[in-house]
């Protein structure tokens, strides 16, 4: 049986993950804004994936009979200098992320909570993958440094990003997982 403490710090990161989805779709509005069509979609496709992060916590604290208490969402910024900058704040917001997702393992491996253990390992693969993303374009920006041909020419290449996880969570997220094959 899941304790209450376990629970709680579940809904604080469903709150963080909401966030983290918030301020991707800012930086997304950002981009368009500046003219720069395939970062808007690279960090809309982001959007998603932490929507997915949300919902997957989400429903695992009501598949183990918690209470799911959802909170305000902050405001994330919505100016940005340059695609590195925002580039640069999405790896240190990852690298948070990745903070908090220790903590919480590290509160189930104290509780001896095996199932969420087991849960959080997804989150754990997961956060590798984000901070490998967000290191290797913020690679690129560093060589092309002023170029804007080099710029766009990485713009037209994150335009190809589609998003691969499932956006539909009306009949659960297990079932539209398995649905789109994520
Ligand atoms: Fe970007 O991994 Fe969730 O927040």
Same mark, same amino acid.
């Given at each position: 049986?899941?304790?209450?403490?376990?629970?709680? +710090?579940?809904?604080?990161?469903?709150? =963080?993950?909401?966030?983290?989805?918030?301020?991707?779709?800012?930086?997304?509005?950002?981009?368009? !804004? %500046?003219? *720069?069509?395939?970062?808007?979609?690279?960090?809309?496709?982001?959007?998603?994936?932490?929507? #997915?992060? +949300?919902? $997957? %916590?989400?429903?695992?604290?009501? =598949? &183990?009979?918690?209470?799911? =208490?959802? &909170?305000?969402?902050?405001?994330?910024?919505?100016?940005?200098?340059?695609? #590195?900058?925002?580039?640069? $704040?999405? *790896?240190?917001?990852?690298?948070?992320?990745?903070?908090?997702?220790?903590? #919480?393992m590290e509160l189930a491996i104290a509780?001896?909570?095996?199932?969420? &253990?087991?849960? *959080?390992?997804?989150?754990?693969?997961?956060?590798?993958?984000?901070?490998?993303?967000?290191?290797? %374009?913020?690679?690129?920006?560093?060589?092309?440094?002023?170029?804007?041909?080099?710029?766009?020419?990485?713009?037209?290449?994150?335009?190809? =990003?589609?998003? !691969?996880?499932?956006?539909?969570?009306?009949?659960?997220?297990?079932?539209?997982?398995? &649905?789109?094959?994520?």
């Amino acid at each position: 049986m899941i304790k209450e403490k376990m629970i709680s +710090a579940l809904n604080e990161q469903v709150n =963080r993950e909401m966030y983290s989805a918030y301020l991707y779709m800012s930086m997304s509005a950002h981009c368009s !804004t %500046i003219g *720069l069509k395939g970062f808007a979609n690279w960090f809309m496709v982001q959007y998603h994936e932490e929507m #997915l992060h +949300a919902m $997957k %916590i989400y429903e695992y604290i009501l =598949r &183990q009979g918690g209470e799911v =208490r959802l &909170q305000s969402i902050k405001t994330p910024p919505y100016t940005f200098e340059s695609p #590195l900058d925002m580039f640069t $704040k999405t *790896l240190a917001h990852e690298q948070y992320i990745t903070a908090s997702i220790n903590e #919480l393992m590290e509160l189930a491996i104290a509780e001896k909570d095996h199932a969420t &253990q087991i849960f *959080l390992e997804w989150y754990v693969t997961e956060q590798v993958e984000e901070e490998e993303n967000d290191n290797d %374009i913020i690679q690129q920006l560093k060589i092309i440094k002023d170029n804007s041909h080099a710029l766009l020419m990485l713009d037209r290449e994150l335009a190809g =990003r589609i998003t !691969t996880v499932p956006t539909d969570f009306s009949k659960g997220i297990e079932a539209a997982m398995k &649905q789109s094959g994520a």
